[in-house]
C-alpha cells in the first residue's frame, strides 16, 4: 500500500533557525510528493511538489524540499524559520489509478511551533 | 468563485440526524474531492468524482455515507443517521483535470459535531 509517515507530531524552533519538517514514503513507481500546510480553522494551502527532476524543489513562502530516493524521504526544509510560519504541516504522496486518475493520501501531521 | 466553497461552516446535529454538507469547486475543475479530518489526524480520502460520476468511492466507511454531483459541479455530501464518531471536519477539494500532476486546491472544510 502506498503511505506517507510524518514522524514527528510536533517540531518547535526559534524564529531565524533553519527548520526541517520530516516525511518518508512507501510507493509502488516513481513517487509524486507534495507538502500542504493547514493553519487555524482554514483549508489545506498547496506548499510545493516533487514530480521529477531536481531533487531540491523550491515552493510557496520561502520553504523547500528535498527528495531523497535513497531514504525515501522528502523533508521540508526552511533556512530561516518565521513565527508565522508556526502552523499544522502534511505531507501527502499521489496514488495513480488504473484510468490516469489520482488521489492524494496524506501523513497525520506535524505541527510546527516557531518561538519567539 | 475564487476558490473552492463549502457550506455550512459549522454544523451541529444531534445522533440519528441526517446531514448534508455542499461543496462548490473552482469553475471548469473536473475532479472534485471529499476527504474527512478528524482531530490531530490527517485528511482521510472518502470519495472522488471525476465529472458527474463517483470514481472513487473506496473510502466511504460505510453506506450511511452518499454523495452526489448531478451536474458536473456542485457535489453534496450525505450522511444519514448520524453518530458522534462523524464527528469531524470534511474537507472538499478539486482539481483542473486527471492524469497530470496538478494539486488539490481544498475548501475551508465543514465542521460536523454530533452531539
Known amino acids: 500500500a502506498q503511505s506517507v509517515a510524518q514522524p514527528e507530531d510536533q517540531v518547535n524552533v526559534a524564529e531565524g533557525n533553519p527548520l526541517t519538517v520530516k516525511c518518508t514514503y512507501s510507493?509502488?513507481?516513481?513517487?509524486?510528493l507534495f507538502w500542504y500546510v493547514q493553519y487555524p480553522n482554514r483549508g489545506l494551502q498547496f506548499l510545493l511538489k516533487y514530480i521529477t527532476g531536481d531533487n531540491l524543489v523550491k515552493g510557496s513562502y520561502g520553504f523547500e524540499a528535498e527528495f531523497n530516493k535513497s531514504q525515501t524521504s522528502f523533508h521540508l526544509k526552511k533556512p530561516s524559520a518565521l513565527v508565522s510560519d508556526s502552523a499544522l504541516y502534511f505531507c501527502?504522496?499521489?496514488?495513480?489509478?488504473?484510468?490516469?486518475?489520482?488521489?492524494?493520501?496524506f501523513g497525520s501531521g506535524t505541527r510546527l511551533l516557531v518561538r519567539p | 468563485g475564487a476558490g473552492v466553497s463549502q457550506t455550512p461552516s459549522n454544523k451541529v446535529t444531534e445522533k440519528g440526524k441526517y446531514v448534508e454538507l455542499r461543496c462548490d469547486p473552482i469553475s471548469g475543475h473536473t475532479a472534485l474531492y471529499w476527504y474527512r479530518q478528524s482531530l490531530g489526524q490527517g485528511p482521510e480520502f472518502l470519495i472522488y468524482f471525476q465529472g458527474t460520476g463517483a470514481a472513487d468511492d473506496s473510502g466511504l466507511p460505510n453506506d450511511r455515507f452518499f454523495a452526489v454531483r448531478p451536474e458536473g459541479s456542485v457535489s453534496t455530501l450525505k450522511i444519514q443517521r448520524t453518530e458522534r464518531g462523524d464527528s469531524a471536519v470534511y474537507l472538499c477539494?478539486?482539481?483542473?483535470?486527471?492524469?497530470?500532476?496538478?494539486?488539490?486546491?481544498f475548501g475551508e472544510g465543514s465542521r460536523l459535531t454530533v452531539l
Open positions: 510507493v509502488s513507481g516513481n513517487p509524486y
Open positions: 477539494a478539486s482539481s483542473l483535470t486527471t492524469g497530470v500532476t496538478g494539486e488539490l486546491f
Open positions: 501527502a504522496v499521489r496514488v495513480l489509478r488504473m484510468d490516469s486518475s489520482y488521489k492524494l493520501i
